[in-house]
Structure formats: C-alpha cells, structure tokens
C-alpha cells in the first residue's frame, strides 16, 4: 500500500508524520508525494487557532473526486482535531474513513489496513475517557505511549527532531493544547539518548529537542524538572555538532538552562521562550504565572552566560480584556528585550478553554490593528539585528543543496538564521562551483555574508575555506 501523509502544524505534528511514516513502512508500506500516487492519505490535524476544523474538512472535502474514481482509497485524519472533534467530522463528512487523535498514533497502520481489506468500517480511535456531564475528555486518561526509538524516517537529514516530552499542564486560558495533547509525560533518558544515536548514525549532525514545554523535563515522574540535565547528557553524544530546543515556558528557565549555553559546545546561542505580552494583567489572566519584569530577569540571566543570544518569542494580541494600556507595554517589552523574531498571533477563542468565554473579548478590527503596528515593531527590529551580518563571516552547518537555487547550498547559523551560499570547491567565492562539485551536506562552513535579509542570509564560503570539520563518515 502506498500512504501520503499531510502534516499541518507545529514540528510536534512534524516529528509524529515521520513516526507514523515509520511505523507505515515497518508495516512494508510505502510512502509517497502526492495523494494521487497513493492509496490512503492522511491529513495530520492541528487545533491551536483559527477555524482549524472547517480548514481540515474542507481540505477532507477536495478528495471526494478521488474517491469517486477510486473506491477503496483511504482518507483519514489525525492529530489536534481528530482529538478534538473527529466523531463529528467523521459523521458529518462521507469521505472521511478514520479520525485516529494524538495519543492513538500507533494505531494507525492497523486502521488503514482494516480499512483497505474492508475488515473495518468507519473508525473513531479516541477511547480517551469523557466525562458525561460536559463531555470534556479525563486529562489524566491522555498518557500515552512514545512511539519506539528505532523508528526513524528512512531519508536521513542533517537536523532532526526528537520528541522529549509531550502533552502541557500549564494551562493558559487561551491555549487548547493541554485538552488535545494531555498532560506532560517525559520520556525516558536512554530512549532519547538512543534516538539522537540512532539519527547521528543516520547522517544528522544537528539534534532539536522537542516538547510544548520542552524544560518541563523531568527524569522521573517523582523528581523535578531538571531539563538542563537533559542538555548535557544529550550535548555529550559522539558526532553531535549542534543542539537545539523548543518550545521552553519562562517559568521553568533558570540558571541552570543559562549556564547550559556556556558549558555545552553543541548548544546553540538561540533560545525562542514565548512571552505571550507585556501587560502583568493580561499575563495573569492568560494564566502564565510570570509578570513581565521575572521574563526581564531571566533573559538577562541567560544573556550573563551566552552574550550573543538570540531570542524570539510568541506573541497574542486581543487576548479578552486586553486595553490600549496593556498593548502599549507589550510593545514596550518588545523594544526592551530586542528579540530577534517574533512570531505575532491573533487572540482566537478556543472552544472549550476559559477565555473564550470571557465576556470582554477585543473586536476584530482592534485585534487587526494591533497585530499591525506589533508585526511593524518586530519587523524593524529585525531589519536592525539582520543587518549586523553584512560583511560578517558566520558558521554554516549545511543541511543540503538550496532548493530554488540549483548552484547554491542551504543551511543555518548557530542562532538559527537560514543562509543560502554559493560553495568554494574551487578555490574560492564566487566561482561558480556547483552543489554538486564537493558535497557539503552535514558539514559546518565559515560563510560571508553578502545580504541580509529577515528571511535569509545570502552569501559565500570564506575565499579558499576548507570546511570547517569534515563529515564524520
Ligand atoms: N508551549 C508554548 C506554546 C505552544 S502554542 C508556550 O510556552 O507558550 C504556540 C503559540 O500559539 C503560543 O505560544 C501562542 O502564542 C499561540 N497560541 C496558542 N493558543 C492561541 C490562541 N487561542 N489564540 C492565539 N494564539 C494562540
Ligand atoms: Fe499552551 Fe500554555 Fe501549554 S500556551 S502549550 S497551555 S504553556
């Protein structure tokens, strides 16, 4: 059978298509690009904002014709919204063969098989407990189990993900992750440990750890989170040349995590710690049990030990109750802070969490403009931090040919900044040399940058560079 699958989403869902991929072709399936080549496609769901269930059922919808053609094609969903709404989608839509939620994911060449063979009907995989009352799922019933660490995607990459812990207990009032992803379970040490080996083997040089609340990590279910401790073991492993993280909660970063940047040399000087806003009213009514001077203090602390750190951050506008006051200091902290990037939200009403039946919610023409004039601030701050790369040599692990540019390479610097560059393999800048001359994936170069731009540092490998550190074979 062959599958494609269509990830929507945060890289949690990225990182849960490459296991379902996995666990597909351990089943002797195939994976292939586009639905047409395929027998069952399956659209991996996200919930977080916006009318993300009309998104995924009209998406559902486009294979109607397909199926008309092909009869016994497979469409399914999973994920955010299979968890959330999947028994109303699949009633509703007659396309729709399985809606399998976040925790169930290892079911899923069983159902597609089943429903290949016609051994199964329609399939509903959410035996989450609900509670008969309101109909909300028992957090606690979320537990689930990790998918195995052998299953890796069979194309090796430079940079891979892995996923260590999953699911949220924070609560923010807006947030709809803690119903659809459950409560925060680590994994074990030795199965992450063991998947970053496993992908090293592979190829991948770069490893980002995953998680809602990726420093929410904790060793043991009776000890405390001890994230950086997490950070070293992994930052040890052999052939390691680059770590990362993401998604960290202020609350859990403390000198400990700032001192990791100091003492691990894989750490990468990047760390992206969602702020939410500047106003201490509205980030106690979000629930984020930090005021905007402990996020002051803590950046500052993670500045002390890596003086070159790049922060981005989360922001929402129009949370309910938010005034002109409120905006202003979340502009104000911005300024103050200098984040790198900034990733700018809308405050969308999430059915089924407390703000969203706030009464005082923002019209829509105010969330508008100030999701302007904030996008505006982060724009140009960003344009001022960009342009300290012109002229500027910077350290490039590659992670391959550059897509829509046939004779340049694609990779990132330490803090994260994607660089296209023009390779060196024949004795120098701007020679012309073509991908394909030298391979550079996976090594790290010294690149100068020629342009910089928010969404891409242009330029060559340093005149006569060798790289950096060659690729360990
Ligand atoms: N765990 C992360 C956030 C995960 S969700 C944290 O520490 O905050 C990713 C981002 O989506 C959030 O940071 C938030 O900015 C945004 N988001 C989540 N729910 C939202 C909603 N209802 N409306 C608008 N933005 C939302
Ligand atoms: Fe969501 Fe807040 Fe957790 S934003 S993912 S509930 S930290």
Not at 70 to 92: F, N
Not at 197 to 206: C, D, M, P, V, Y
Not at 211 to 222: D, L
Not at 306 to 330: C, K, M
Request: glycine letters at 8%; proline letters at 6%; a negative charge.
């Amino acid at each position: 059978m062959r599958f494609y699958i269509h990830t929507m989403g945060c890289q949690m869902n990225e990182y849960d298509s490459v296991k379902m991929a996995g666990l597909l072709e351990q089943a002797g399936h195939e994976q292939v690009a586009t639905p047409e080549d395929a027998d069952a496609t399956i659209i991996n769901t996200c919930h977080i904002r916006e009318k993300s269930e009309h998104k995924v059922a009209s998406l559902v919808g486009t294979f109607a014709e397909l199926k008309r053609r092909r009869p016994d094609y497979v469409v399914g969903i999973t994920g955010c919204v299979a968890q959330g709404v999947g028994k109303e989608l699949l009633a509703k839509s007659p396309v729709l063969d399985f809606a399998i939620g976040s925790t169930e994911l290892a079911k899923v060449p069983a159902v597609v098989e089943g429903l290949r063979a016609h051994t199964l009907a329609k399939v509903l995989a959410d035996d989450v407990d609900r509670d008969p009352q309101t109909g909300k799922r028992n957090r606690e019933a979320l537990h689930y189990p990790f998918i195995a660490p052998d299953i890796l995607p069979q194309r090796s990459t430079v940079s891979a993900f892995i996923t260590v812990i999953k699911g949220c207990d924070k609560m923010c009032t807006f947030c709809v992750v803690p119903y659809t992803r459950g409560m925060e379970v680590s994994r074990a040490t030795d199965e992450i440990l063991a998947e970053g080996r496993a992908h090293i083997a592979h190829g991948a040089r770069e490893l980002v750890l995953l998680g809602q609340n990726v420093n929410g990590f904790r060793a043991s279910k009776t000890e405390k989170p001890d994230f950086a401790g997490l950070l070293y073991k992994v930052g040890a492993l052999e052939g390691l040349k680059r770590l990362r993280y993401t998604t960290s909660h202020p609350r859990h970063f403390d000198e400990p995590l700032a001192r990791a940047f100091a003492e691990i040399p894989a750490l990468c000087p990047y760390l992206h710690l969602p702020v939410q806003s500047g106003s201490d009213a509205v980030l106690d009514a979000m629930n984020r049990s930090y005021t905007a001077g402990d996020y002051k203090t803590k950046i500052d602390l993670a500045r002390r030990f890596a003086p070159n750190l790049a922060v981005s951050t989360d922001l929402i506008v129009g949370f309910p109750g938010e005034t002109d006051a409120d905006f202003a200091a979340t502009m104000r902290l911005v300024e103050e802070v200098g984040f790198e990037s900034a990733f700018v939200f809308k405050y969308s009403p999430r059915p089924g969490t407390p703000a969203a039946l706030l009464e005082s919610q923002v019209p829509e023409g105010v969330k508008a403009e100030r999701m302007t004039a904030l996008l505006k601030l982060c724009d140009d701050l960003q344009w001022t931090t960009v342009r300290r790369y012109e002229g500027q040599s910077v350290e490039v692990l590659v992670e391959g040919p550059a897509r829509d540019h046939a004779s340049r390479w694609f990779g990132r610097t330490p803090d994260n900044r994607p660089v296209i560059f023009e390779g060196a393999a024949n004795g120098g800048a701007g020679t012309g040399a073509t991908p394909d001359t030298v391979d550079l994936t996976g090594m790290l170069v010294d690149v100068t940058i020629v342009k910089a731009t928010p969404h891409a540092l242009t330029g060559a490998v340093v005149a006569g560079g060798a790289p950096v550190l060659a690729r360990a074979a």
